[in-house]
């Protein structure tokens, strides 16, 4: 009997030292607790008792997600030593790589992808680690998730690849990084917009020069048959036009319905954008579809200073 109460006080003290619950399903919950604290001597201990390394809340959040989002590099790596599912999903379908690449917590990811992490797992929405990583700029995580063997050329489920965000978005580094592993500068999306045009069309002057020094074609064209000085002048990205024309876009190129990019910017009233294309050669005297001349468009619009500019160019109706 004496050694029986021994033993239990034995126990009960070792349990009160380590901080950990005595009951086995407070234990369960408890190790989601310490591996987000990054608690590793009490995550081993809890293991070692036989505590599931599987074990996960309501929503799905494993303990591995949860010393993933908090970057316990080394929680991570006991869990999956005991037996982690290293690609298990939450309730929204994220893994534990997920929610590294989209914090950019890098020497966690690398734990996972050693231990087999699948980067091509995407969740419920369509992203894949590779796409959180890339749409956020981490061009290190970028870097890491392509050098273990995942497509620089892939695409989300909108078909856009992940160069063609990283272009939208003028990152530049991950555009280089995309590029330096072997990305398709010519891949299009489901509308056929390159990485170039979605430079230009948001204005990214560098990435568009980036692009184009890569490789990139100037006249490439979507399904409408606009090209990236299409978009440029219909977004009133003037520094990008220039940009576009000083490397030989073509600045008298129609769209599908026969409208030509000057009609664009008389239009759209774009001052600067009239000068530029003038300037660099655009036809005056050309009609869009309807036989409507870019003056035409200027009286149409109202546009005083364009139409004298119209005019002083050479236009007619």
């Known amino acids: 009997m004496l050694r029986h109460l021994t033993a239990v006080l034995l126990c009960g003290t070792l ?17 989601l607790t310490v591996s987000s604290k990054g608690d590793l001597a009490t995550v081993k201990s809890l293991l070692d008792s036989g505590v599931n390394p599987n074990t996960k809340d309501a929503d799905g959040i494993t303990a591995l997600m949860y010393a993933t989002r908090k970057d316990k590099a080394d929680v991570a790596l006991a869990l999956l030593q005991k037996g ?6 939450d309730a929204g379908g994220w893994t534990a790589l997920m929610l590294a690449a989209k914090k950019n917590f890098v020497a966690t990811a690398k734990v996972l992808l050693d231990h087999g992490a699948d980067a091509k797992v995407r969740d419920e929405s369509g992203w894949s680690a590779l796409g959180m990583a890339a749409t956020s700029g981490y061009h290190e995580m970028v870097a890491l998730l392509v050098q273990h063997g995942i497509d620089p050329s892939s695409k989300s489920d909108d078909g856009r690849s992940i160069l063609m965000y990283a272009a939208r978005n003028g990152d530049i580094e991950t555009i280089k990084t995309l590029l330096a592993q072997g990305a ?9 917009l390159t990485a170039l045009i979605y ?11 980036l692009l184009l020094g890569s490789g990139a074609k100037i006249d490439d064209q979507d399904k409408t048959k606009w090209t990236a000085l299409s978009w440029a002048v219909k977004k009133s990205q003037t520094e990008v036009a220039r940009a576009l024309i000083e490397k030989g876009a073509d600045v008298n190129h129609r769209d599908s319905e026969g409208t030509p990019i000057l009609q664009y910017a008389v239009s759209d009233g774009n001052v ?37 500019l119209i005019k002083d160019a050479g236009g007619s109706y």
Do not use: C, W
């Open 15 to 31: 349990l009160g030292l380590a901080g950990m619950p005595a009951h086995a399903e407070d234990q369960v919950s408890y190790l």
């Open 84 to 89: 982690a599912d290293v690609n298990a999903k």
């Open 184 to 192: 398709d500068i010519a891949a299009r999306d489901r509308f056929g």
């Open 199 to 209: 430079a230009a069309r948001e204005g990214n002057v560098d990435a568009v020069t």
């Open 272 to 308: 600067d954008m009239v000068k530029l294309l003038l300037a660099s050669g655009a036809d005056v005297k050309v009609r869009d579809q309807y036989g409507l001349t870019a003056l035409v468009y200027a009286l149409k619009g109202k546009k005083p200073e364009i139409v004298q």
